[in-house]
C-alpha cells in the first residue's frame, strides 16, 4: 500500500484508526455483499464542490462517465465543476500507458475552460498501470503556471471515507496556505466538510452575516478555488460533517493554531449550540451576547412554527439508517420533535458516533451494524416503526415494503440545516407520514379473491 | 460513410456509459437473476446509484469488491466468494459474471474461472455465466446486446438435449433492443398478444424496474421472464428482434435451433409502426384489431395538428445508435431536419445513416448546434440546452427530475403519439 494511503489511516484524530486501542479500522468491502462507494467516489464528494476549478477524471469511461452530476452540491455562480471531464482511456491508451492523452487533456482543459486550478483524480486502471500522477501534474503545472493537483484515490484502495480523507489530504498538502485573502476580519470562520447539499449552507450562511460572521473558505461547498487557498487566515474551524476531514481541521491547528470544533446545524438545539460554540471560539463577549439574543428569537419563531406539527409527530417512531455524523445528529433532531428513534444504522459511524448515538437513544433502540436492506426492514417491522430515515439507496426498497420515507444524504434536493431547514424537515416528516398513498396502496385490488365482500356489496 | 469523430482528446460531458450498465440492464429482465460486477465496489454503487435514479426501483447488483491486493493476488477468489455468498444469501436464478475494465486490464480470465466454478459445483444447476464487458469499447447498446447474446448462448446450451420435438404454432420469441422501456416492452407484448401470439420475451423488462411481478423488496431483479419460460425459446415459430444492435441475438436463435428471425430496426413512426402491423397481419392471418385502426387515425390527426409547429425545425440529438436511428426517422416524419447529431461510438446503423452522425459527446453536440430549435438527449444534455437557451427534451438514458421513465412509450402508434405530444408540448411552450 502506497504511503499516504497508510497515513490516511493513521489519522490519529480518527476513530477508526487501527494504531489506537484495538478498534477495528475501516473494514474492507465483502465480496458479494457490499454496497457503498470507493475511494474515487469519496474523494469526488469532497472536491467537487470547488466549483470554479476543473475537476478530470483520469480512467475508462466507467469512473467519469457513469457517475457524473450525481451531487446534489450547489454553487452560487461558477459551474465548471457541473462539466464531467475524462480521459476516457481506450485500450490503446492503456496500452501505452495513457501519459500523452492525460498531458494534451490538460492542456484542452486549459486552453477551452481558463480554470484557477486542475483536479486530477486517479483511477483502479492508471494505478494498477503505474501512471506516475504526481509527475505528471508537476510537469503540467508549471508549463501552465496553476495549480494541477493529483488525487491519488484509485477506487480499489478502500471506502469512500478514506477517500474523503485523501481529497483532504490533497488540499493540505497542495492548496491551504498557497493564496493570502484580499483582507481579513476578526470574525473569518472555515466551514469543514459541508457540501452545501440542496443549498443548506445558505441558510446558515444567512445567519452568519447577522451575526457579523463572515465565512471565509467553505471546504467545499459553494468555494471557488482560491478561497481555499487561503483558508489558513480564518480564526476558527468548524468541521461540519464529522470525521471525513478532521485530517484538515487537525493540520490548520498544527500548523496555523486555528482551534477547531465538531458541530451539527441539524434541529434546533445543535444549530444553537454550534453558534454559540463559534462565538466562543472567537471570544468575543459582545458576539456571544448577539448569538444569545438570536437564539431567543430563532427559537420562539421556531416554537410557533412547529406548533401543530408536533400533534402529528409526538411519540411516532422512527428507523434511520445513514452514516458519520448524521446518525447522531439527525437523532438529536428527530428527538426534538418528539419522534422516538427505535433502531440506527452504525455499519459507517465511528466509535465516537456511537457513543454519542447510546447516550441519545438509550437502551431500548436497535443499533444495527449491517448493510443489507433486509436487516433495515426487518428492522423495521419489528419495531413497528412509522418511518424510514435513510439515503438515496434506499427509498426505492422502502416505497417496494410500503414504508413512509425521508431522503437524508447527499443526493436530496430538501435543505434541512438550521432554523428553517429544520422547520422543512418537521413538515416532511408530517407529509411522508400522512400521506393518503399508504392507505390507497395497501388496499387490495376489488377482484382479489379476499375483497369478494366489497364488490358483491 | 458519414460517421466522423470528435477531434477533442479529452472528453467533456460524456454521453456514453459504460457497458457495464448495459449487462445490469439486461439481468433486471430476468426474473430472479443477479449480475455482480468484476470490479471494485465503487464500479457496481455507481451503477447502482446511476440506475436506481432513473427508474426510481431497487436494482439488483452485487460486485466482486475488489481492493488493491485482490487485484494483485486473488481476483479469482474474490469472484468465487461473492458467487457463494450471493448464493448463499439469495438463492437466485440466473448469475451473471460482468467484467469491467480493472478485470480486463489485468487479463483475468472470468471464462475460464466461471468454467472452473460450475466444474466445482456440478450439484448446483442454477445458470452462472460470464460475459465479457470492458469500459474501454462500445457503450450501454453493445454491453445490453452482448449481455443478451450470452445469456442466449447460456440458454441453448442448457436445453440442447432437451428439444422439443416441434414448434408450436402461436408462440413467437420477441428480443427487444435496450433503447426501449419497459412501458415499450408492454406495449408491444399485447399488440402480440391481441394477434394471439404467445411471446416469449428475452429480456422482459415490462414488469420489472417499475411494477414488478413479485411485491416487497428483494436484492434480486423482482420482474422479468423466468428462467422456466427463457427454456421455451426453442419452440418459437419465429423470433422478433426490435433494433439492429439484437441482430446477432437473432441470429444466435436461428443458428441453434433453425428459428427464423425477422428484423424490425424501428417501432416508431407512422411507417415503420405501418410496416409492423402489416407483418403481423399477414403473419397470424388476423385482421388489425379496432383499437389500433382507432390509434392510428389518431396520430394521423395529432400529425396534422402538429405539423405547423414541427415543419422545418431543426434539432440537436445525441443517443445511443439505435435510439438515434429510430428517432431520426421519426422526427423526418414531423418535417424537423437535425443541426447536429452525436453518438457514443460506431456501429453499421449509424454507417448506414444518410444523415451525418459524429462520434462525441455532449459537448460536440453543444459546439454544432447553434442553429438548433430544440434539443433531445439524457439529462445530462439539459445544462447544455440552457447555455444554448432552447427546449429540451429528455430521452435516453439516464433522465432525472421527472417520474415514470421506465414507462413512458415511444412505440406503436400509441407510444409515437405520446412522444410526439411531449415534443410538441416543449416547443410549443418554450420554442423560440
Avoid at chain 2, 53 to 82: C, G, S, W, Y
Wanted: proline share 4%.
Amino acid at each position: 500500500m502506497k504511503n499516504h494511503i497508510i497515513n490516511a489511516f493513521q489519522e490519529p484524530a480518527c476513530q477508526h484508526n487501527q494504531t489506537q486501542s484495538n478498534q477495528q479500522g475501516c473494514s474492507p468491502a465483502k465480496p458479494g455483499q457490499s454496497n457503498g462507494g470507493c475511494a474515487f467516489d469519496g474523494a469526488q464528494i469532497t472536491l467537487l464542490p470547488i466549483a470554479d476549478a476543473a475537476h478530470l477524471v483520469h480512467g475508462p469511461i466507467a469512473c467519469g462517465g457513469n457517475s457524473w452530476e450525481r451531487r446534489g452540491s450547489l454553487s452560487s455562480d461558477s459551474s465548471l465543476y457541473r462539466y464531467g471531464l475524462t480521459t476516457d482511456l481506450s485500450e490503446q491508451d492503456i496500452i501505452f500507458g495513457g501519459d500523452e492523452k492525460l498531458f494534451r487533456s490538460i492542456d484542452e482543459i486549459i486552453q477551452r475552460f481558463h480554470p484557477p486550478a486542475i483536479f486530477v483524480y486517479s483511477t483502479c486502471v492508471t494505478a494498477l498501470i503505474g501512471v506516475d500522477l504526481d509527475s505528471i501534474c508537476h510537469q503540467a503545472a508549471k508549463r501552465h503556471a496553476i495549480p494541477i493537483i493529483p488525487v491519488n484515490s484509485p477506487g480499489f484502495s478502500g471506502s469512500k471515507n478514506l477517500g474523503n480523507r485523501l481529497a483532504g489530504q490533497a488540499l493540505i498538502d497542495y492548496v491551504i496556505g498557497t493564496k493570502e485573502p484580499p483582507f481579513e476580519t476578526p470574525f473569518d470562520l472555515n466551514f469543514i466538510g459541508e457540501y452545501n447539499i440542496a443549498g443548506e449552507m445558505w441558510d446558515i450562511e444567512d445567519l452568519l452575516k447577522q451575526l457579523g460572521i463572515r465565512l471565509l473558505s467553505r471546504i467545499t461547498g459553494d468555494s471557488h478555488f482560491h478561497e481555499v487557498q487561503w483558508a489558513h487566515r480564518a480564526k476558527v474551524n468548524m468541521v461540519v460533517c464529522g470525521r471525513a476531514l478532521i485530517n484538515v481541521a487537525r493540520h490548520m491547528e498544527d500548523a496555523y493554531e486555528i482551534p477547531y470544533f465538531e458541530g451539527s446545524f441539524y434541529g434546533a438545539k445543535q444549530t444553537s449550540s454550534s453558534l454559540m460554540k463559534i462565538a466562543k471560539l472567537f471570544g468575543d463577549q459582545r458576539l456571544i451576547d448577539n448569538v444569545s439574543e438570536l437564539i431567543k428569537n430563532e427559537e420562539e419563531k421556531l416554537e410557533e412554527a412547529l406548533k401543530e406539527m408536533r400533534n402529528v409527530l409526538r411519540g411516532k417512531r422512527a428507523l434511520l439508517y445513514t452514516g458519520g455524523v448524521k446518525s447522531w445528529s439527525v437523532i438529536s433532531a428527530l428527538q426534538e420533535l418528539e419522534i422516538e428513534v427505535v433502531g440506527v444504522g452504525i455499519s459507517k459511524s465511528s466509535q465516537e458516533d456511537i457513543a454519542r448515538i447510546k447516550d441519545l437513544v438509550g437502551e431500548d433502540a436497535l443499533l444495527i451494524n449491517s448493510r443489507g436492506a433486509r436487516v433495515v426492514l426487518e428492522t423495521f417491522k419489528e419495531k413497528q416503526g412509522d418511518i424510514l430515515i435513510a439515503g438515496g439507496r434506499n427509498i426505492y426498497v422502502a416505497l417496494k415494503e410500503r414504508i413512509p420515507f425521508l431522503e437524508i444524504n447527499q443526493e436530496r434536493d430538501h435543505a434541512y440545516a438550521g432554523y428553517t431547514g429544520f422547520i422543512r424537515m418537521a413538515q416532511h416528516l408530517v407529509n411522508a407520514i400522512q400521506h393518503p398513498v399508504w392507505r390507497l396502496a395497501n388496499l387490495e385490488a376489488p377482484w382479489e379473491e379476499s375483497n369478494h365482500d366489497r364488490i358483491f356489496q | 460513410m458519414t460517421v466522423s469523430f470528435s477531434e477533442k482528446e479529452l472528453m467533456i460531458n460524456s454521453l456514453k456509459i459504460s457497458q457495464t450498465v448495459g449487462g445490469v440492464l439486461a439481468l433486471q429482465g430476468v426474473f430472479r437473476s443477479i449480475p455482480i460486477l468484476h470490479s471494485a465496489q465503487g464500479c457496481a454503487a455507481f451503477i447502482k446509484a446511476l440506475m436506481t435514479n432513473h427508474f426510481r426501483d431497487p436494482v439488483a447488483l452485487q460486485t466482486t469488491a475488489l481492493t488493491e491486493l485482490d487485484v494483485i493476488f486473488k481476483a479469482e477468489q474474490n469472484m468465487v466468494k461473492a458467487i457463494d455468498s450471493v448464493i448463499d444469501k439469495n438463492d437466485p436464478a440466473v448469475i451473471a459474471i460482468l467484467s469491467t475494465a480493472l478485470t480486463e486490464t489485468l487479463g483475468d480470465d472470468v471464462k475460464k474461472n466461471v468454467s472452473d466454478y460450475r466444474k466445482n459445483h456440478l450439484e448446483d444447476t442454477r445458470v452462472i455465466f460470464p460475459v465479457s464487458l470492458p469500459d474501454f469499447e462500445g457503450s450501454l447498446e453493445s454491453g445490453y446486446a452482448r449481455t443478451v447474446e450470452a445469456l442466449l448462448m447460456e440458454v441453448s446450451h442448457r436445453i440442447s438435449d432437451k428439444l422439443p420435438l416441434k414448434k408450436l404454432a402461436n408462440r413467437v420469441n420477441l428480443i427487444p433492443g435496450s433503447h426501449l422501456t419497459s412501458g415499450d416492452v408492454m406495449e408491444i407484448k399485447m399488440i402480440l398478444a391481441d394477434f394471439d401470439l404467445d411471446v416469449v420475451t428475452i429480456p422482459d423488462l415490462s414488469y420489472s424496474l417499475s411494477a414488478t411481478r413479485a411485491d416487497g423488496y428483494s436484492p434480486l431483479a423482482q420482474g422479468g421472464s423466468t428462467l422456466m419460460e427463457l427454456e421455451k425459446i426453442a419452440s418459437a415459430q419465429v423470433t422478433i428482434v426490435l433494433g439492429n444492435s439484437m441482430e446477432k441475438s437473432g441470429q444466435i436463435m436461428e443458428e441453434h435451433f433453425d428459428i427464423p428471425y425477422v428484423l424490425f430496426d424501428s417501432l416508431t413512426g407512422l411507417e415503420n409502426v405501418d410496416r409492423f402491423f402489416s407483418w403481423l397481419t399477414k403473419y397470424t392471418k388476423l385482421p388489425v384489431p379496432s383499437r389500433y385502426r382507432w390509434e392510428r387515425e389518431q396520430l394521423v390527426d395529432a400529425m396534422l395538428d402538429s405539423h405547423f409547429y414541427f415543419g422545418g425545425k431543426s434539432y440537436a440529438m445525441a443517443l445511443e445508435p439505435d435510439h438515434l436511428y429510430t428517432l431520426v426517422m421519426f422526427l423526418k416524419e414531423l418535417g424537423c431536419k437535425p443541426a447536429k447529431l452525436v453518438s457514443s461510438y460506431e456501429t453499421t446503423t449509424l454507417k448506414l445513416m444518410e444523415e451525418e452522425v459524429e462520434i462525441g459527446d455532449l459537448y460536440d453536440l453543444e459546439k454544432g448546434s447553434d442553429n438548433a430549435d430544440f434539443w433531445l438527449s439524457n439529462s445530462h444534455g439539459q445544462q447544455s440546452a440552457d447555455r444554448l437557451s432552447i427546449p429540451f427534451v429528455p430521452i435516453g438514458f439516464p433522465i432525472t427530475g421527472q417520474i415514470a421513465n421506465g414507462y413512458r412509450m415511444q412505440v406503436g402508434f400509441r407510444g409515437t403519439m405520446e412522444l410526439l405530444l411531449a415534443i410538441s408540448q416543449k416547443i410549443m411552450k418554450e420554442g423560440r
